[in-house]
C-alpha cells in the first residue's frame, strides 16, 4: 500500500480560497496537483497536519463534503497528547508521529510526506517533499509554498520507486 502522509497547511491552504464550516478552503491548483499524485499511483491519504486535532470523522467528513481527490484512510497520532515519556521536542516533531504510523502499518510499501515544516527524522528524509521556500517554482504562492507541479511530480517519483 502507497501512503501519503499529509500537511494542509502550506501544502493546500495556501491563501484560503474562502470558508465553509470545515475552515479554509483548499487551493484548487493545489488539490488537482494532489488529486494527479492519487491518480499516478494509487495512494491512500493520512492526515498529518494539526487539522487532525479536529479527530478522524472530521476530517473523514470534511474529505467526503469538499470531495478531496484520493481515499482518506487515517490521521496520524499526535506525540503532544498520547505519548508523554518522550522528550519535549521529540513530541514536536512531525516526523516521529509519522514513524509511529507506519510501525502500526506494515503493509506500507512506499510513502511519501507532504509537508512545508521540515521537522522529519533523518530517515525520512529521502521520502520528504517540502512544499515551502520553492521559490523558482513557477506555481508556487506566497513566498514559495504550496503543493507545486515540482513537488507532485517528485511525489510521484518517490512513491513509484519504491
Known sequence: ??????????VLNVIPQGHDEYGAIFHPHFVDNLK???DETGAKIVISSSWRHSGFLAMKEMWAFRNLPGEFLD???SHIDMNRNLPFMERLERGSEIQEWLDNHPEVTSYVILDDDTDMLPSQIDNFVQTSENHDHRDKIDYGYG????CTDKAIKILLCK
Open 1 to 10: 500500500m502507497r501512503i501519503i502522509f499529509l500537511d494542509i497547511d502550506g
Open 36 to 38: 494527479r499524485i492519487v
Open 75 to 77: 490521521i496520524t497520532p
Open 147 to 150: 503543493l507545486t507541479e515540482i
